[in-house]
């Protein structure tokens, strides 16, 4: 069977949810004998042919916001039929609507709902339109239907009516803890005295409620810092980095490898103040890493494995103050999370079984 991945700007090293969950999905898929190609966006990545068993095709996409994802899918769909892939996978709603014409085309398709993208801020009142007929479309044509999250399949049932959406939630790999801090002193901070954030610079990421709320706090001698950069610059990035500058918050831009899990391993606290999620795999990331969280309240972050107190009301800097405060009054807090489900051998595994549906 081979199989044809759209809908991720690309692997490896891309920053994003969709992204993340590409790496660490297909190389495994790849390890069990799948034929796996991941259609990767030109402006993102640096010339290679493969990726841990991983086959990379490189095609045009514009970097611009509007119209990016959607030529690329346009484009990548197109190159999956010339190839005779037997199974396009799309990643989002607003690939999804390429979906008709993948079958219309002669393959089999996988959609992939990642989160009702129309919900973002980011978007504008025609590209929430096209991205709720994406996922309508989506969700119509797709053979299989995969949701990262039970809410997002409530959603599609009660829209929709499709009441065989396969629940697939992302996963994590094993944390890396390290001793090391040089990376911390590179940046001014030390271990177990930082507020840690990591996400895109987008205004549904809620970071410039973290920074109001951090200079409300009342514990001293501790610092924020807010890992990620924007996809796309704009100007809520350029304030968000003004206000930063102004609020002496650390912010090293996007970061993986060992910076990442130096931050990681020797912070206090990892907050997450998001408007929308699907399921935030940077919040999986500090949960395997033991890190206490402070978390908005919306359905997406609600996971089984937190405590009704790692909530804050979403929006509310002040709620947000107070829960910093109360957590950092017993750092360094160490936790223990029951992570077993968001183990990414047995997601491929459970990818692999939907896949196996198609060849019936």
């Not at 490896?12 to 190609?37: F, I, K, N, Q």
């Not at 697939?168 to 930082?194: F, Q």
């Not at 969280?293 to 103050?321: M, P, T, W, Y």
């Amino acid at each position: 069977m081979k199989i044809y991945v759209l809908g991720t700007r690309g692997i490896p090293d891309v920053a994003g949810g969709v992204e993340t969950h590409c790496e660490r999905l297909y190389p495994r898929l790849a390890s069990m004998g799948m034929d796996v190609t991941v259609v990767r966006r030109r402006c993102y990545v640096s010339p290679r042919n493969e990726y841990r068993g991983v086959r990379l095709i490189d095609v045009y996409a514009p970097r611009i916001k509007s119209l990016e994802a959607m030529c690329h899918t346009l484009l990548g769909v197109f190159k999956a039929g010339i190839d005779r892939a037997d199974v396009v996978h799309l990643h989002a709603v607003g690939p999804s609507l390429l979906a008709p014409l993948a079958r219309l085309l002669g393959m089999k398709v996988v959609v992939t709902n990642h989160g009702h993208d129309y919900e973002r801020e980011k978007w504008g009142r025609v590209a929430k339109a096209v991205l709720r007929m994406g996922e309508r479309v989506g969700v119509r044509f797709a053979n299989e239907v995969i949701a990262i999250s039970q809410p997002i399949a409530d959603v599609l049932e009660s829209k929709y009516g499709r009441g065989d959406v396969t629940v697939i939630p992302n996963g994590v790999e094993p944390a890396c803890v390290t001793e090391g801090d040089d990376y911390l002193k590179s940046i001014g901070v030390e271990r177990g005295r930082y507020v840690l954030a990591v996400g895109r610079l987008v205004k549904e990421k809620g970071l410039h409620d973290l920074i109001m709320a951090f200079g409300k706090i009342r514990t001293k001698g501790f610092r924020l810092v807010i890992a990620g950069d924007a996809d796309h610059r704009d100007d809520y990035s350029d304030e968000l980095k003004a206000m930063a500058v102004e609020a002496g918050v650390v912010m090293p831009g996007y970061i993986s490898g060992e910076p990442l899990q130096q931050l990681m391993s020797h912070s206090a606290l990892f907050v997450l103040p998001s408007y929308h999620e699907g399921l935030p795999i940077a919040l999986l990331e500090a949960m395997s890493y033991g890190l206490d969280v402070a978390v908005s309240d919306i359905r997406a972050n609600r996971l089984s494995e937190l405590d009704g107190s790692d909530f804050f009301k979403r929006g509310d800097c002040d709620d947000l103050a107070r829960l910093i405060d109360t957590k950092l009054r017993v750092a360094p807090r160490r936790r223990c999370y029951d992570m077993s489900r968001y183990d990414w051998d047995a997601i491929a595994a459970r990818t692999a079984e939907v896949y196996g549906h198609l060849s019936r």
